[in-house]
């Protein structure tokens, strides 16, 4: 069965240091991960997703498939980036299964 | 994103009445879902409808059941509310085809659900 495992439910950094949400899954089949971020008073959205390899406002995230993780780092972490953050795996029936949510906190 | 609406945003009710969620979306998607999130526990999926003869049931259907009105309907009913279904409701939708994958998923702004 797939799971996602996300250790941390509350990260806190000062603006400026770098940050780091785990993300650990587990799927028997070809993963695709996704990040998928909550500001406060908007609806979730799509952060990135790691076919596509891109950064989304700083954030990059690797897909390491010999240690089953899909870690979302950012180099500098600004105010606005407080958010929910929610690590995802699509499996092969059109599905998405969701890690427990990370709450990023970025203090000033 | 305003494509995907949910009706109402806040409902206060008493345990074991009969609550429908409603959603909408204009986006064209053929898949939609709904989802709880808890506190701690993330977001789970209840159902899920990849067109409107098809409907699944997720990883937690049980005191819920769903409908699929039209190809932009979703709704998700409560037949007997009970207080551990209090929670915040998503519906998402999610597209076939095209360069996009079918994993992306677009939310509605969420149902805050509060059974007394």
């Known amino acids: 069965a797939q799971r996602v495992t996300q250790p941390e439910k509350l990260l806190s950094v000062f603006k400026g240091a770098p940050v780091e949400l785990k993300c650990n899954y587990s799927y028997s089949g070809s993963p695709e991960l996704f990040w998928y971020v909550q500001y406060s008073r908007q609806r979730l959205q799509l952060l990135l997703r790691?076919?596509s390899r891109e950064s989304i406002k700083g954030f990059t995230a690797d897909l390491n498939k010999g240690e089953t993780s899909f870690h979302l780092k950012k180099p500098f972490a600004q105010e606005e980036d407080s958010a929910m953050y929610y690590c995802a795996l699509g499996t092969s029936y059109g599905k998405l299964t969701f890690g427990q949510g990370t709450i990023l906190t970025v203090h000033p | 994103d305003a494509d995907v609406t949910q009706t109402p945003r806040n409902r206060i009710t008493k345990t074991g009445k009969r609550i429908m969620l409603e959603c909408s979306q204009t986006?064209?998607?053929?898949?939609m879902y709904w989802y709880r999130q808890d506190p701690g526990l993330g977001l789970r999926l209840i159902y899920y409808?990849?067109?409107?003869?098809?409907?699944n049931k997720g990883e937690i259907s049980d005191g819920y059941s769903v409908s699929r009105q039209a190809q932009a309907k979703f709704s998700l009913s409560l037949e007997s509310a009970i207080p551990n279904q209090t929670a915040l409701y998503f519906c998402a939708t999610a597209g076939t085809g095209g360069h996009k994958s079918t994993y992306e998923q677009y939310f509605g702004p969420g149902t805050r659900l509060t059974v007394t």
């Open positions: 790691h076919i």
């Open positions: 409808s990849f067109d409107v003869k098809d409907i």
């Open positions: 986006k064209g998607h053929d898949r």
